[in-house]
């Protein structure tokens, strides 16, 4: 992977994208000597954007799923509080 400074990759835009597009390369932007930015092939920013969209639908299931304990009224909800809040205290 090739890297070029920002002001570089600006006078090269053209060409960097070109290179991207037609070669498939990946190509990294400094600024300031360190990575900012990439320049990635549409096709594989496409397919990451997909995982990630499956990603966070496998999370969401997960969680819809998972076991939350036993309903409990407001009143033990927030007995449940202050008795945490006393142990707090004390510890």
Do not use: C, W
Request: hydrophobic share 40%; glycine share 6%.
């Amino acid at each position: 992977m090739d890297t070029y400074p920002l002001v570089e990759a600006r006078n090269q835009l053209g060409q960097l994208v070109g290179r991207v597009r037609h070669g498939h390369e990946h190509i990294l932007i400094s600024e300031y000597g360190k990575p900012a930015a990439a320049l990635i092939p549409i096709g594989e920013l496409e397919e990451l954007q997909r995982l990630r969209d499956a990603a966070d639908a496998a999370e969401s299931a997960a969680r819809e799923s998972a076991p939350t304990g036993p309903a409990m009224t407001h009143d033990e909800f927030m007995a449940r509080l202050e008795d945490e809040d006393r142990q707090a205290e004390a510890s």
